[in-house]
């Protein structure tokens, strides 16, 4: 899966220019965290996120007046807060590897960048949502997880035992094992009770961690 197909294709921009009053509207009203920094020609220049503008704002223990407060704000532009050293990826950019890049550098979103133009944004909320795919959370199903030895062919023995068993495979994540010679496999299937499934499973040698109906 690429990032092109999980992207906001469409994503809420806004100039640098703009106050961080407005910027912060904005956010609130389309309901995001952050927003892409387009200059006059469209170019993308910086990314802006709600904490950014947060920490921008005054402190409650401020001595300020309101009056005064909003005076600053609204010549305090997006310009002089939005990070200008962007990270991007492309739509063709494998989705893990979004993920990757944005667990390893502490962020909450990617512009999307094609041929120099902003092309859309991936969010963390994006992931998400992948994750809860890719393990079947919104599948009914019996959800089984087992430990497995770390070597070829130990998944399609988990597999193929399954299909014998007449059952189908809504969801199948792989994980790391306590240690290098293991790792965790989650399965949810359907049309196989839980005792049939549990006892195939022992019967490939696997340990049964954990079995549930979700």
Do not use: C
């Not at 223990?61 to 002089?80: D, F």
């Not at 792989?174 to 049939?196: H, L, Y």
């Amino acid at each position: 899966m690429l990032v092109r197909e999980r992207m906001s294709t469409k994503p809420v921009t806004i100039t640098a220019d703009v106050p961080i009053t407005e910027a912060l509207r904005v956010m609130r009203q389309s309901q995001v965290r952050r927003l892409p920094v387009l200059d006059e020609d469209g170019q993308l220049v910086g990314i802006v996120s709600e904490k950014d503008l947060l920490y921008a704002s005054p402190s409650p223990a401020t001595s300020l007046s309101i009056y005064e407060m909003h005076y600053l704000l609204s010549r305090l532009r997006v310009t002089e807060l939005m990070t200008t050293n962007l990270i991007t990826v492309t739509p063709d950019t494998p989705l893990e590897e979004a993920a990757r890049i944005m667990a390893d550098s502490k962020i909450g979103g990617l512009p999307v960048v094609q041929d120099g133009k902003l092309a859309g944004i991936i969010t963390e909320t994006d992931i998400f949502k992948v994750f809860l795919e890719m393990l079947g959370a919104r599948e009914r199903g019996l959800r089984l997880t087992v430990e497995i030895p770390e070597r070829k062919g130990e998944i399609a023995r988990m597999t193929t035992e399954i299909a014998r068993l007449g059952g189908n495979i809504l969801a199948l994540g792989a994980f790391w094992g306590d240690d290098p010679s293991t790792a965790v496999i989650m399965v949810k299937v359907e049309d196989v009770p839980a005792d049939q499934l549990t006892a195939a499973m022992q019967g490939l040698g696997f340990p049964i961690l954990d079995v549930r109906e979700a």
